[in-house]
């Protein structure tokens, strides 16, 4: 079955770097979505993307966060400066259309010291 | 803003025994999902439910929707233990896909 990859699985990085999380959706998939999930904590909605742009995002997505489909496979999250807050598990879903169930990858725990 | 509610927030169970996750929502929806969580894992579709009065069974969970209450139940029949896990309820807050998650239920099913 079909499946969305996200890459790495875990990644470590220091307070103000700036990280890429990469995600490759479901091939014949055209929404994709990123959430988070702080330890503990319920699923949180980030972005979702159609189209080459975004179609809606949270409060949560502010101008740290920003998106891109750089080619015709991967679908890319990237935190331009990491706070401790940022730490938490990253999924990657993506769905065939806009109200179609959504299917996730296994998630980047991302790590700020 | 749409909130989603689950109770219980924690459930330990001996195994065989039935109980039921409960799932409000505040305002109107057209779908409710139903998903689990291990530990450490990604989230695993169990059920999505559209319509007032939708019933769907998989083994041993079955879960139902009532739109004019806002409450969906995940009822679990004769737990075993590999049904430990994360239960999660998500509800849309429009036509897309902006899901807004429960706080989640961890069940533990002790032999």
């Known amino acids: 079955e079909p499946e969305v990859t996200q890459t790495p699985s875990h990644q470590v990085t220091q307070m103000g770097q700036e990280v890429i999380l990469r995600c490759v959706p479901i091939?014949?998939?055209?929404?994709f979505y990123w959430y988070r999930q702080i330890l503990g904590q319920k699923v949180e909605f980030l972005v979702s993307f159609y189209n080459n742009e975004i179609s809606e995002k949270s409060e949560i997505f502010d101008d740290q966060f920003s998106v891109e489909r750089p080619d015709g496979s991967n679908f890319t999250l990237k935190i331009r400066s990491t706070k401790l807050e940022d730490s938490a598990m990253y999924f990657c879903?993506?769905?065939?259309?806009?109200?179609?169930?959504?299917?996730f990858g296994n998630g980047t725990r991302l790590t700020v010291t | 803003e749409l909130k989603v509610e689950q109770n219980p927030l924690f459930l330990s169970m001996q195994e065989g025994k039935n109980y039921t996750i409960y799932c409000n929502y505040s305002?109107?929806?057209?779908?409710l999902y139903w998903y689990r969580q291990d530990p450490g894992k990604s989230l695993e579709s169990l059920f999505v439910l559209l319509s007032n009065g939708a019933v769907k069974q998989e083994g041993r969970l079955m879960a139902s929707l009532d739109t004019k209450a806002r409450l969906s139940t995940l009822h679990i029949t004769a737990a075993v233990h590999d049904l430990s896990a994360t239960y999660f309820c998500a509800v849309n807050n429009n036509a897309g896909n902006m899901l807004t998650f429960g706080g989640g239920t961890r069940l533990m099913v002790k032999p």
């Open positions: 305002t109107t929806s057209d779908r």
């Open positions: 091939s014949n998939h055209l929404y």
């Open positions: 879903a993506s769905s065939v259309t806009h109200n179609s169930p959504l299917h």
